[in-house]
């Protein structure tokens, strides 16, 4: 089992930029691809962004595309998602999740964490 910890949340004006990092301990980090979910308020949970194992292969959220980036560090057991010239409907909670195999755009998740409140003022 893996316990995963997000940080980097907070307030940004729209226009910013904001790295959220996901630290995960447990079982090897190396051993599970990893995914970026939010949920702003009022709506269901979606996929923001995946990545593989090693960290080679990625997939993006179309609303997201381009401007987030997601990215790993398995020395450092951590994984990250850039977002740049944020809109303030991207105002959310973000999650970070982790599963057994890369599947591109996959929502089943098996590990999550508590989540982190990012709000994007205009």
């Known amino acids: 089992q893996v316990q995963l910890v997000e940080s980097g949340g907070g307030l940004v004006q729209a226009g910013g930029s904001l790295r959220l990092s996901c630290a995960a301990s447990?079982?090897?980090?190396?051993?599970?691809?990893m995914g970026w979910f939010r949920q702003a308020p009022g709506k269901e949970r979606e996929f923001v962004a995946g990545i593989s194992r090693g960290g080679s292969r990625t997939y993006y959220a179309d609303s997201v595309k381009g401007r987030f980036t997601i990215s790993r560090d398995n020395a450092k057991n951590t994984v990250y998602l850039q977002r740049n010239s944020l809109k303030p409907e991207d105002t959310a909670v973000y999650y970070c999740a982790g599963r057994s195999s890369y599947v591109p755009g996959a929502t089943t998740y098996d590990y999550w964490g508590q989540g982190t409140q990012v709000t994007v003022s205009s």
């Open positions: 447990g079982r090897t980090f190396s051993s599970y691809a």
